[in-house]
Structure formats: structure tokens, C-alpha cells
């Protein structure tokens, strides 16, 4: 089985920082894109960050400038750095990453079960 497991998540006030952790466990033979989502109540999940296993990252235009993706090839490990934090991030953030767990199979998509991220204004 393959897990992720997501940590950082809290209650923060306007302009101030969070760091989200998500580390992939499990019978993992390689990672190619690890991620961050989000899901606001009434909204649809969106895309935040995402991290390809070449060095490419793809942010939201609403968060570019503020947040940064990084990861730890060798502890299968994503960070989030979220600075400069608006009531407007305030979601439940997904950690995503797709893992091929024998080199015989294929990608699959993996989630997280969501970590809450509360700005206050």
C-alpha cells in the first residue's frame, strides 16, 4: 500500500507563514509529480503547486510569489512554504503524487487525506 501522509496545517493570521510537509510511504518503486491541492467549503479542489521529478514546479496564479514547492527526492517528501498568507487560502490542502509501485506497473494517483489551513483576517 502506498500513503501520504500531510503535516503544518493551523490557524494563522493574515500575512504570516505556514509550512506544509507530505511524506509518501509504502511500497513506492518512483515518484513522478508530487503536489498540492486545495478545497475551500462550496468550492471545487484546485490545483496550488505541483513539483515534476525533473525539477520542473507549476503554481496557481493566486499564489505565485507567495508559496513554494520543493521536495526531498530521497525521503519522498513534498514541502509547501506558504508566506504572505490571505483569508482567501483558507481550504483543506491535499497532498497529490503519482507513484509507481513496482517498475512492472504504472502511475497512479495517490492522495493525501487533506490537512486544514484557517487564515484569519
Known amino acids: 500500500q502506498v500513503q501520504l501522509v500531510e503535516s503544518g496545517g493551523g490557524l494563522v493570521q493574515f500575512g504570516g507563514s505556514l509550512r506544509l510537509s507530505c511524506a509518501a510511504s509504502g511500497s513506492i518503486f518512483s515518484i513522478n509529480t508530487m503536489g498540492w491541492y486545495r478545497q475551500a467549503p462550496g468550492n471545487e479542489r484546485e490545483l496550488v503547486a505541483t513539483?515534476?521529478?525533473?525539477?520542473?514546479?507549476n503554481y496557481a496564479d493566486s499564489v505565485k510569489g507567495r508559496f513554494t514547492i520543493s521536495r526531498d527526492n530521497a525521503k519522498n517528501t513534498v514541502y509547501l512554504q506558504m508566506n504572505s498568507l490571505k483569508p482567501e487560502d483558507t481550504a483543506v490542502y491535499y497532498c497529490n503524487a503519482r507513484i509507481m509501485k513496482a517498475w512492472y506497473s504504472t502511475y497512479n494517483n495517490y492522495w493525501g487525506q487533506g490537512t486544514q489551513v484557517s487564515v484569519s483576517s
Open positions: 513539483s515534476i521529478s525533473g525539477g520542473g514546479t
